[in-house]
């Protein structure tokens, strides 16, 4: 396997500074073993004006056989001399970004003490890969890296040039240039697309191949048009770890959209109390509560937004009266925890058709959520900031609206009644705001005229004569004359 990486340069920042990037001195040929046989480091040529660094790949074929263990693409027990017999020592793969990754760590990091200038700056670059398997063609090559700023030359390569009738082979020779991008993205990008082309991974893929892929991906992954194709192949196809590495993409979308960060974002449940936690009794309460005005609504179909660790959305299942049940939250963490409580992956297939759970943010509108009986937003509204409730409720009684909508929150006014909390504190360090039941009232009652629901409180938990209950609760119904005369309309 082989691939060059050219630079140009003037007297002034010479090209040679190519050497300090990669940390590989251009007059000196090394070499490096890997688990696949040894990578050599040479430069072609060096001056001020012009530095090429190439990257030559020597690959062991039996290691590659025994660490494969008879496994994998050429190890079938039908198929003994493919596993020696192969494009491996040739055409780039994921052998390659392997080496790309062992040997240039710091330079795929942007990280050079010596020129940390040169090392955040673009440079003119050319990489070269003489022989690259490309599941797709051209046309897929020019998909993947023409949307990240390169110019992209891709020449098949005939099976045979004395018998051109017999068509192309399923390489080509790829030649990338660019002047607006670092050498730390252009060796990540070369590190995920490779074996993207080569849609094959000659090493077990685990669950680390998820941080390895975002950690690469980051900056140009969440945006690009062939997302789920680069992340379905980069994993092997392996679809549970496709589908936690574009939740995990999605979340990052959804906080660069929210100008805010990952983790500020995915904090409705901490990672040190991720173990299951035993519900208080006003959590129970709660829950029933919900329940009761849920079976008084005739609700069939619910909606769970904001279901944290799904103990409602366990609580609902447990009734055959509620046909589907969806669990909503922002925090892929949240879910994960739910999906164990709620035991999905040993769940009946009646039972499983039941009940759904997706990511989404209630700052923006869903299509997703249309359609439903009934939504609940238990404990949800005082994680939000103030500005950002105008969104959920357009969100929620706007685009998606359920003919009934459950909202509970703490009462304010009853915090001097735990003796725990000190004063002046609200009950969650995440709460953002705590009502008093006329600010709560004043809030619903307006939410109501604004989108054409009734709304009445019932009180959650024991009705202080002083201090009111802990928890309030809305309960809006859609007015149904309303609906009629818009239908009419």
Same mark, same amino acid.
């Given at each position: 396997?082989? #691939?060059? %990486?050219? =630079?140009?340069?003037?007297?002034?920042?010479?090209?040679?500074?190519?050497?300090?990037?990669?940390?590989?001195? *251009?007059?000196?040929?090394?070499?490096?073993?890997?688990?696949?046989?040894?990578?050599?480091?040479?430069?072609?040529?060096?001056?001020?004006?012009?530095?090429?660094?190439?990257?030559?790949?020597?690959?062991?074929?039996?290691? %590659?056989?025994?660490?494969?263990?008879?496994?994998?693409?050429?190890?079938?027990?039908?198929?003994?001399?493919?596993?020696?017999?192969?494009?491996?020592?040739?055409?780039?793969?994921?052998?390659?970004?392997?080496?790309? +990754?062992? /040997?240039?760590?710091?330079?795929?990091?942007?990280?050079?003490?010596?020129?940390?200038?040169?090392?955040?700056?673009?440079? !003119?670059?050319?990489?070269?890969?003489?022989?690259?398997?490309?599941?797709?063609?051209?046309? %897929?090559?020019?998909? $993947?890296?023409? !949307?990240?700023?390169?110019?992209?030359?891709?020449?098949?390569? *005939?099976?045979?040039?004395?018998?051109?009738?017999?068509?192309?082979?399923?390489?080509?020779?790829?030649?990338?240039?660019?002047?607006?991008?670092?050498?730390?993205?252009?060796?990540?990008?070369?590190?995920?697309?490779?074996?993207?082309? &080569?849609?094959?991974?000659?090493?077990?893929?685990?669950?680390?191949?998820?941080?390895? #892929?975002?950690?690469?991906?980051?900056?140009?992954?969440?945006?690009? @048009?062939?997302?789920?194709?680069?992340?379905?192949?980069?994993?092997?196809?392996?679809?549970?770890? =496709?589908?936690?590495?574009?939740?995990?993409?999605?979340? /990052?979308?959804?906080?660069?959209?929210?100008?805010?960060?990952?983790?500020?974002? &995915?904090?409705?449940?901490?990672?040190?109390?991720?173990?299951?936690?035993?519900?208080?009794?006003?959590?129970?309460?709660?829950?029933?509560?919900?329940?009761?005005?849920?079976?008084? +609504?005739?609700?069939?179909?619910?909606?769970?937004?904001?279901?944290?660790?799904?103990?409602?959305?366990?609580?609902? %299942?447990?009734?055959?009266?509620?046909?589907?049940?969806?669990?909503?939250?922002?925090?892929?963490?949240?879910?994960?925890?739910?999906?164990?409580?709620?035991?999905?992956?040993?769940?009946?297939?009646?039972?499983? +058709?039941?009940?759904?759970?997706?990511?989404?943010?209630?700052?923006?509108?869903?299509?997703?959520?249309?359609?439903?009986?009934?939504?609940?937003?238990?404990?949800?509204?005082?994680? $939000?900031?103030? @500005?950002?409730?105008?969104?959920?409720?357009?969100?929620?009684?706007?685009?998606?609206?359920?003919?009934?909508?459950?909202?509970?929150? @703490?009462?304010?006014?009853?915090?001097?009644?735990?003796? +725990?909390?000190?004063?002046?504190?609200?009950?969650?360090?995440?709460?953002?705001?705590?009502?008093?039941?006329?600010?709560?009232?004043?809030?619903?009652?307006?939410?109501?005229?604004?989108?054409?629901?009734?709304?009445?409180?019932? !009180?959650?938990?024991?009705?202080?004569?002083?201090?009111?209950? @802990?928890?309030?609760?809305?309960?809006?119904?859609?007015?149904?004359?309303?609906?009629?005369?818009?239908?009419?309309?």
């Amino acid at each position: 396997m082989f #691939l060059t %990486l050219t =630079t140009t340069g003037t007297p002034e920042r010479p090209a040679t500074d190519l050497g300090y990037l990669l940390h590989k001195h *251009p007059e000196k040929a090394q070499r490096f073993s890997t688990s696949y046989g040894t990578a050599h480091v040479l430069y072609p040529e060096a001056d001020d004006q012009r530095c090429t660094a190439a990257l030559l790949l020597e690959v062991d074929a039996v290691a %590659l056989v025994r660490r494969g263990k008879g496994k994998g693409r050429g190890g079938a027990p039908d198929a003994a001399l493919a596993q020696y017999v192969n494009d491996r020592p040739y055409a780039a793969s994921s052998l390659l970004a392997v080496a790309l +990754s062992a /040997v240039f760590s710091s330079a795929m990091r942007g990280v050079c003490n010596a020129r940390p200038e040169r090392a955040a700056e673009p440079l !003119p670059l050319r990489i070269e890969v003489p022989s690259l398997p490309a599941r797709g063609g051209p046309e %897929l090559v020019r998909r $993947l890296f023409e !949307p990240l700023g390169w110019a992209v030359t891709v020449e098949p390569v *005939p099976l045979d040039v004395q018998f051109p009738e017999w068509g192309d082979s399923r390489y080509v020779r790829l030649v990338l240039e660019s002047q607006a991008l670092t050498l730390a993205e252009a060796l990540r990008h070369l590190y995920v697309l490779l074996p993207v082309l &080569d849609d094959a991974k000659h090493y077990w893929v685990a669950s680390d191949e998820v941080d390895k #892929l975002l950690r690469a991906g980051e900056g140009w992954l969440p945006e690009h @048009p062939e997302q789920k194709l680069i992340t379905s192949r980069y994993l092997s196809r392996r679809w549970s770890l =496709t589908r936690e590495a574009m939740e995990r993409l999605e979340l /990052v979308r959804l906080a660069e959209a929210d100008d805010s960060e990952v983790e500020d974002i &995915d904090n409705a449940v901490e990672a040190e109390t991720e173990a299951e936690e035993k519900p208080t009794p006003l959590a129970v309460q709660r829950r029933d509560a919900i329940l009761a005005a849920l079976k008084a +609504s005739g609700a069939a179909r619910v909606l769970d937004l904001g279901c944290g660790q799904g103990q409602l959305v366990q609580a609902l %299942l447990k009734d055959p009266a509620f046909t589907e049940i969806v669990g909503v939250d922002v925090s892929m963490r949240a879910l994960t925890i739910a999906g164990r409580r709620l035991k999905l992956d040993r769940m009946g297939e009646r039972q499983a +058709s039941r009940v759904k759970l997706f990511q989404s943010s209630l700052a923006y509108t869903d299509s997703r959520l249309k359609g439903y009986d009934a939504a609940v937003l238990s404990e949800v509204i005082e994680h $939000l900031d103030l @500005p950002r409730l105008p969104a959920l409720e357009y969100a929620v009684f706007g685009a998606a609206r359920p003919r009934t909508v459950l909202v509970t929150t @703490p009462n304010v006014e009853y915090n001097v009644r735990w003796e +725990s909390l000190p004063a002046g504190h609200v009950r969650h360090g995440d709460h953002r705001f705590e009502w008093t039941r006329e600010e709560f009232r004043a809030w619903a009652r307006a939410v109501a005229e604004r989108h054409g629901y009734g709304v009445e409180f019932v !009180p959650v938990g024991l009705d202080d004569p002083e201090v009111g209950p @802990p928890t309030q609760m809305a309960v809006f119904a859609r007015n149904v004359n309303d609906e009629k005369e818009a239908k009419a309309a």
